[in-house]
């Protein structure tokens, strides 16, 4: 069983950064890939973005991010970082952090077992 739980989340004026956090535990967390989604009122929940398993050296991009958002993982605080820069107000959401062994799914909601709560940014314009 893993467990995961978001935070970093809040108001940030657009243009501006925030940095969400993904704290995992449980067993064998270094095995699991990492993904961001976002979920706004009234939508489905999109991809953002991934990080491989292991040494992390993988990364899927959301086409909506790209060139903004990173990604980036440290197995020994077992934690997973979103450093989101350039936020737009369409970035307002509820970003969930996921965990998942699939290797053909990455990108998918499918992907991934372990969800977090989510943790709400707003962008103000």
């Known amino acids: 069983q893993v467990q995961v739980v978001e935070s970093g989340g809040g108001l940030v004026q657009a243009g501006g950064s925030l940095r969400l956090s993904c704290t995992a535990s449980?067993?064998?967390?270094?095995?699991?890939?990492m993904a961001w989604f976002r979920q706004a009122p009234g939508k489905g929940r999109d991809f953002v973005m991934a990080?491989?398993?292991?040494?992390?050296?993988?990364?899927w991009v959301g086409d909506s991010v790209k060139g903004r958002f990173t990604i980036s993982r440290d197995n020994a605080k077992n934690t997973t970082y979103l450093q989101m820069t350039s936020l737009k107000v369409e970035d307002s959401a509820s970003y969930y952090c996921?965990?998942?062994?699939?290797?053909?799914?990455?990108?998918?909601?499918?992907?991934?077992?372990?969800w977090g709560q989510g943790t709400q940014v707003t962008v103000s314009s």
């Open positions: 990080i491989s398993a292991w040494s992390g050296s993988n990364f």
């Open positions: 449980g067993r064998a967390l270094e095995s699991y890939n």
């Open positions: 996921a965990a998942g062994r699939s290797a053909a799914r990455v990108t998918s909601p499918l992907g991934y077992d372990y």
